[in-house]
């Protein structure tokens, strides 16, 4: 394993562990997705770092980034704007952080991206399983992506030396970059990023009106100190201090990595007034994880999975109330140390959704 890879799974991946730890953090994770409607264009965009063109004008803009953990934790000290559009080779972003101390050392590609402040996308096309991506990108423009087969809570782990093949991207820095002595404004970024270069596996497949993808945006955001006339991340007692995490949707947790937890965007052709509504596949997929979070709470104390749902805590509040419309089976090893699911729905004979203890997701609608 070299140093690079070691520090990012000690840095960045968090714990690998399976699940919740407390009834707390499964009530955490019960927020709402938010939606966006990606609006289709049809104007040649210039990759320059800036929304100068008429489709961007056109684009809704996010502004209502939260706490990784949610709207009840400290609001964020800077401003974020986001906005995305689409058309039959690109996915759009442009995002735009405001700032008044623009800085940025880290200018190897594939370095761990988020040890300077940074901008974050996370990307799931593939909503029916596991894999998803994620991109990093600091002021200098230095690019971090990475593929994971499934979340690191799971042992999935970083496949770094791949590479989003064909991306466009660009920073522009309205102030000055490693500048300590005024004060900045923003510094924004903008990608172009290719649809058949985020599809790992099978054959590639391009958008179409009102499909839905799984997709979070997340802003890394470090206390400062100067010294030496050079920025440099804050320490106290000769610790450096923990990073602000600011997001699009909110996870509940401080883990960018759980992509059931990420928000939806809508690809579309017209503009819209309101976000989309959630896709046809949320509920079940959201009852499949709550099961899921609360086996572990149960399997925490009592080192086994149950097959029998009511034996779960928070049963009668947030599994009994929709179980009239589905089929759920659940099978487990003869130890009763693993388990999977099969979840039918009762509306939609075709509405299908595999899940196991090992975070193993398949769904087929």
């Not at 407390?22 to 040649?44: C, D, G, H, M």
């Not at 709207?71 to 964020?76: A, D, I, T, V, Y």
């Not at 086994?304 to 928070?314: A, E, F, G, P």
Request: glycine share 2%.
């Amino acid at each position: 394993m070299n140093k690079s890879i070691f520090i990012f799974i000690l840095s960045c991946c968090y714990t690998i562990s399976y699940g919740q730890n407390s009834i707390k953090e499964f009530l955490a994770l019960q927020s709402i997705p938010k939606t966006y409607a990606v609006l289709k264009t049809n104007e040649t965009l210039q990759i320059d770092g800036k929304d100068n063109e008429n489709s961007w004008a056109q684009a809704k803009t996010i502004t209502n980034f939260e706490d990784i953990q949610g709207k009840n934790f400290k609001q964020p000290a800077y401003k974020t704007e986001l906005k995305m559009l689409w058309d039959s080779t690109y996915l759009y972003v442009y995002a735009k952080l405001y700032d008044p101390h623009i800085w940025a050392d880290i200018k190897k590609h594939d370095e761990i991206v988020y040890l300077n402040n940074d901008f974050e996308i996370f990307l799931k096309p593939n909503l029916h399983q596991a894999e998803y991506y994620e991109v990093e990108v600091n002021a200098l423009q230095t690019i971090f992506d990475l593929m994971l087969t499934k979340p690191y809570r799971f042992g999935g782990e970083a496949i770094t030396h791949w590479d989003l093949k064909n991306l466009k991207s660009a920073v522009y820095v309205n102030g000055s970059l490693n500048n300590p002595q005024d004060t900045d404004s923003f510094w924004s970024v903008e990608f172009a990023i290719p649809h058949q270069s985020i599809y790992a596996f099978g054959k590639p497949m391009m958008p179409k009106p009102n499909d839905y993808w799984l997709c979070n945006f997340s802003r890394v955001q470090w206390q400062h100190e100067v010294i030496n006339d050079q920025y440099r991340r804050k320490t106290k007692n000769n610790k450096i201090l923990e990073e602000d995490n600011w997001v699009w949707s909110p996870i509940g947790l401080i883990n960018m990595h759980y992509p059931e937890r990420w928000g939806y965007i809508q690809f579309v052709e017209h503009a819209q007034e309101q976000p989309p509504a959630l896709p046809e596949t949320y509920e079940i997929t959201k009852l499949a994880w709550n099961i899921h979070y609360l086996q572990r709470l149960f399997y925490k104390e009592n080192r086994m999975y149950t097959n029998q749902l009511s034996k779960l805590s928070l049963f009668k509040e947030n599994i009994n109330p929709i179980l009239k419309n589905y089929q759920i089976t659940l099978n487990l090893s003869q130890d009763k140390k693993n388990y999977n699911m099969q979840i039918v729905d009762h509306r939609s004979k075709k509405m299908y959704v595999y899940l196991d203890n090992k975070g193993n997701f398949e769904i087929n609608p």
